[in-house]
């Protein structure tokens, strides 16, 4: 069954220092991640995916993420943290089509992130 | 497009009454899903539709959950009767169906059963 996991419930960091919350993931084939924000008292917004192609992904708010297959591993990183960036972050997975689960589109369960002054 | 609609925002209801919640995806998305979030168990998935049909309800966690989809444009959930423990933050999201797309939020209903 396909699966995410993200391994720490809280990452604490500066404002101006890089950032890097975890995501590794556990599917069959090749799969499809993404990362999605939510802040307070609303919903899940979309940050970026991976779908193929070039390993590192560029999204939204200056956030990257880096596919590295050998390891099952989908990092978001940013290379110097806003205040505002303070949120929960998920990992996402989607079974690419032909798979009996195809499109279910399951999240790990989630990082807080918080970055100090 | 408006996004994904969900109603009503809040709502508190005592044990053992019938809530409904109401979602209304994003024109031209084939697929819906139901989602609770909780502090303890985080983000599930309950069920979701492709084409108005239901796929996969396994994450329904009891037969006192219910979940319809009678058009493309109109989805609920439905609890009957209520418990304490179903409150939670419900999510309703919507996607097309190539797999490699992103879903779409909606904000949410805040469900406290007294």
């Known amino acids: 069954a396909q699966s995410v996991a993200q391994p720490e419930d809280q990452v604490n960091v500066a404002e101006g220092n890089p950032l890097t919350v975890k995501c590794t993931y556990s599917v069959s084939g090749n799969p499809y991640l993404f990362w999605y924000v939510q802040y307070p008292n609303r919903g899940l917004q979309f940050l970026l995916k991976y779908i193929t192609g070039d390993n590192l992904v560029k999204g939204s708010y200056g956030f990257e993420a880096e596919f590295n297959k050998s390891q099952t591993s989908f990092h978001l990183k940013k290379p110097s943290a806003l205040v505002s960036d303070s949120a929960l972050y998920f990992c996402?997975?989607?079974?690419?089509?032909?798979?009996?689960?195809?499109?279910?589109?399951?999240f790990g369960s989630g990082t807080r992130l918080s970055i100090r002054p | 497009d408006a996004g994904v609609i969900q109603s009503p925002r809040h709502e508190v209801t005592e044990m053992g009454q019938e809530v409904t919640l109401r979602c209304k995806p994003i024109s031209g998305h084939d697929y819906l899903f139901w989602y609770r979030q909780t502090m303890m168990r985080g983000l599930e998935l309950l069920i979701y539709f492709n084409n108005n049909v239901p796929i996969d309800d396994s994450g329904m966690p009891e037969d006192r959950f219910s979940a319809k989809m009678p058009n493309a444009s109109f989805s609920t959930l439905k609890i009957q009767p209520s418990e304490p423990r179903d409150s939670a933050v419900y999510f309703c999201?919507?996607?097309?169906?190539?797999?490699?797309?992103?879903?779409?939020f909606g904000q949410g209903t805040r469900l406290t059963v007294v």
């Open positions: 996402a997975v989607r079974d690419p089509p032909g798979y009996s689960s195809a499109s279910k589109i399951i």
């Open positions: 999201a919507s996607s097309t169906g190539t797999g490699n797309t992103e879903a779409f």
